[in-house]
């Protein structure tokens, strides 16, 4: 089964995910989403939390994808099965080695050639 | 939960000197006119401060402004912070961060600071309520130490936070306001304002929703926005570089070029290796640890937060690595180290301190040095030479510039001040507009620059118009630019050093990205082609406000802006005069490449096709009567007559 996750070191605090979510029921946008970002500390860090299991209260976007997930601009927000949310955090851990771009964005949000494989560190993509 | 419409907008209005305040609402028309932000600024600075009030004086109002779009996922949490400028002219800078949502959610847009407190306050807003209260015990901290003890003090995390550091309290030229620790606005004399008026800090929460007009089609435009802007679908180089690596990739591609200022632009040039010492992969390599974003913003990473993770500054934390410092304390300071650079950016932040003026004013200073102007006499001792061996003796400068201390006082007048002082002809070599230091990008080799740097009425501001890394302009065929009212000849206009066409071109550059200012969005935010073709922005407009604006009168608002910033100015009497390049950009062509310097021949017929382009006087820059007329500013031109400004028909 589809379900949420968070990949909460790749979260920037944006807020996007909260603000459209909050919206969904009566179009008012808000901090009062079924996912909030906390910030517990001014912006040194952003924490999504979850109070939803991805059954969308109205995919915005597309019928098969969250209305959060869709927003996210850092590839912060899964909806997958177990197994597939267990590959992307592996690749992303792979990608870092290989590139620190990847401190700062998802492989799979960045849209070029070599996205499954990037360069060595150092090298310009 | 409260909710309010996108279209209100509400001002806060607080006497500083007798402690009252009132909350009013803006005439509803002011939002198809002005739309809100830097707009609505315009018109109250116009409105509300008196010609020639002094800047530090009681007359000056400082304005906190969020607009329409803010607090919906498109405002970005951009905001406008505005007054009169201790230079003069009006000042006027944009935010990011999350304080703009947050006054929305509170039920103020807008606040007014009038008067002068007569000791250190701070303003706490929450919902329907407000209060000033005592600062004393905040009074000459440093911005970080100020974010702490706020937060300590206002124990709800999502409380957002605006203030001044040592450089503010102590009126030192250019300083800033700060918030969420590395967002900083307001250069153009903000900072100073703040700090006459003894106010610390503003520090907002507010829990209300904000109600669109047609949510179906307000999510409709977004989408088109979204793909605009959207790593996967943005049909423009610079998005993905951009919005992950950051604007610094462009010193190691200009310091071959002839287009990087060195060494206080003596050169324009500077040794690549040097240059991919400060870089952006360079410093995504070793000090990135999080990526950042300003509230809603569809980029991933912007913005940064970065530890210096060894060496004499380790443990050093801040935010943001821009355009702006590779220059400012790099190429321009001939300072290749990277910890370096980000101690020094970090260190004015803390203390509340422009990087520009100070990487200026500091590579005048070198410069001075250099030439025997000022000695060790002078310095304290320093041996300020460029590329600064005495890297404790120049960080320690800094903090004497914000403390006003030694050597530090005549810095903290600002570059053209100081020179002045000084003079012995250094004036040539200090690199201000109207008093108020340059920014990164080059002149000499990209026209439409040095004219936007010139004609600014805020001083040199390069989010005022375009860098010279414009949107695409082959994503839109000429029918349809025609059709969107832009009538240019865009080979011509986007040749960096062809005099052609700069004028229309900035033209209408000023005025989309006025009109973006005030919704407000952020004036990164115009790749693929959202800078030519406005269409998206003026749909969410309307979807959230719910007024029917056509495309037209919607651009409209930006020329309004314009114009009544140029009429504010021009009571306080500015004039054509005014609108120059730094004299060594005018006199001295450039080393090696050999490019022009912007002599009359050159600038002239610029400014000209500018002005023309802006419907103001040829002779003096003053806006013509028709042109105003025709703008619903009719009232404009009749208090510049009223001063007895002579306003040509
Ligand atoms: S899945 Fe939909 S309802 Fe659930 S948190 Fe995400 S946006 Fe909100
Ligand atoms: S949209 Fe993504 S990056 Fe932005 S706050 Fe939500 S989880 Fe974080
Ligand atoms: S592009 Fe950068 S400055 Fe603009 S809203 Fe996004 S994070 Fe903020």
Request: net charge neutral; with cysteine.
């Amino acid at each position: 089964m589809k379900r949420l996750y968070v990949i909460e070191d790749l979260c920037n605090g944006c807020r996007l995910c909260q603000t459209f979510c909050s919206s969904l029921a009566e179009g008012v946008f808000s901090a009062e989403g079924r996912i909030r970002v906390l910030k517990p500390s001014g912006e040194a860090q952003d924490i999504p939390i979850l109070d939803c299991d991805g059954r969308c209260l109205r995919p915005l976007f597309d019928a098969q994808t969250p209305t959060c997930v869709s927003v996210c601009p850092t590839g912060a927000l899964l909806y997958e099965e177990a197994a597939a949310a267990a590959e992307r955090r592996l690749l992303l851990a792979e990608a870092r080695r290989r590139h620190s771009l990847f401190k700062v964005v998802a492989p799979w949000k960045w849209p070029f050639a070599w996205q499954g494989m990037p360069p060595q560190k150092g090298e310009t993509p | 939960m409260r909710t309010r419409a996108a279209a209100e907008q509400t001002i806060l209005r607080v006497n500083l000197s007798n402690g009252t305040m009132r909350r009013e609402p803006l005439p509803a028309e002011w939002t198809r006119q002005y739309l809100g932000a830097r707009g609505m600024h315009s018109r109250l600075l116009f409105n509300e401060i008196p010609p020639h009030a002094d800047p530090l004086g009681e007359e000056n109002i400082l304005y906190f402004g969020a607009g329409p779009l803010d607090g919906l996922p498109v405002g970005n949490g951009r905001m406008s912070v505005a007054c009169k400028s201790p230079r003069g002219t009006v000042a006027e800078g944009s935010f990011g961060g999350f304080f703009g949502p947050e006054m929305r959610r509170a039920g103020v847009d807008y606040i007014a600071l009038h008067g002068k407190a007569d000791r250190p306050v701070y303003l706490y807003i929450c919902d329907e309520h407000a209060e000033l209260r005592d600062a004393s015990h905040l009074w000459g901290l440093t911005t970080d130490q100020t974010d702490d003890a706020l937060r300590r003090e206002l124990p709800d995390a999502d409380v957002q936070l605006r203030y001044i550091g040592p450089a503010g309290e102590n009126g030192v030229h250019a300083s800033v306001i700060l918030g969420n620790r590395n967002n900083s606005g307001g250069r153009a004399g903000c900072g100073e304002v703040m700090g006459s008026k003894k106010l610390k800090a503003i520090a907002v929460r507010g829990t209300g929703g904000i109600g669109v007009a047609d949510y179906p089609a307000f999510v409709q435009a977004y989408q088109t926005y979204r793909q605009r802007l959207d790593l996967a679908t943005s049909r423009d180089a610079w998005t993905p570089v951009w919005s992950t690596y950051g604007a610094p990739v462009l010193a190691r591609l200009f310091a071959e070029q002839g287009n990087l200022m060195t060494r206080n632009a003596q050169q324009m040039h500077w040794e690549s290796d040097k240059a991919v010492r400060i870089s952006a992969e360079a410093y995504l390599d070793r000090y990135v640890t999080k990526a950042k974003a300003c509230f809603s913003c569809p980029w991933p990473a912007c913005q940064k937060l970065h530890t210096i993770p060894d060496g004499e500054y380790a443990g050093w934390q801040g935010g943001n690595y821009w355009a702006g410092q590779p220059v400012v304390f790099g190429s321009l300071l001939d300072i290749d180290d990277l910890d370096f650079v980000l101690a020094l950016s970090i260190l004015c932040n803390r203390y509340g301190l422009d990087i520009f003026h100070v990487g200026f004013t500091l590579a005048w200073a070198m410069e001075c040095y250099e030439k025997g102007i000022l000695t060790r006499a002078d310095t304290d001792g320093l041996e300020l030479t460029f590329g600064c061996r005495d890297r404790q003796g120049l960080l320690e400068l800094v903090r004497k510039i914000a403390l006003r201390q030694g050597f530090g006082a005549l810095l903290a007048l600002g570059c053209s001040r100081a020179a002045r002082q000084v003079g012995k002809g250094s004036e040539r070599f200090c690199l201000a507009v109207k008093d108020q230091e340059l920014e990164a990008i080059a002149q000499r080799s990209f026209y439409m620059v040095a004219l936007g740097v010139a004609v600014s009425e805020v001083g040199p501001d390069h989010t005022r118009w375009y860098p010279p890394y414009p949107c695409n302009p082959n994503l839109l065929p000429p029918e349809e630019l025609a059709a969107l009212g832009i009538h240019l000849d865009l080979k011509k206009a986007f040749e960096g050093r062809n005099p052609e066409e700069k004028g229309k071109l900035l033209r209408w550059f000023s005025i989309s990205r006025a009109v973006v200012e005030s919704l407000p969005g952020c004036v990164f935010l115009v790749r693929d082609t959202l800078g030519l073709d406005m269409r998206p922005w003026w749909q969410m407009f309307r979807a959230a406000t719910g007024m029917e604006v056509d495309y037209f009168e919607f651009l409209k608002a930006g020329e309004r802006v314009i114009n009544l910033e140029r009429a504010f100015n021009v009571r306080e009497g500015f004039r054509r005069a005014d609108d120059h390049p730094p004299y060594r950009m005018a006199n001295e062509d450039v080393p090696v490449f050999g490019f022009r310097r912007l002599s009359p021949d050159i600038f002239d017929p610029m400014l000209d096709e500018y002005y023309d382009a802006m419907g103001w006087s040829l002779t003096t820059s003053i806006p013509r009567a028709q042109t105003l007329q025709a703008l619903g500013l009719a009232d404009v031109a009749a208090a510049l007559q009223a001063c007895g400004v002579e306003v040509e028909a």
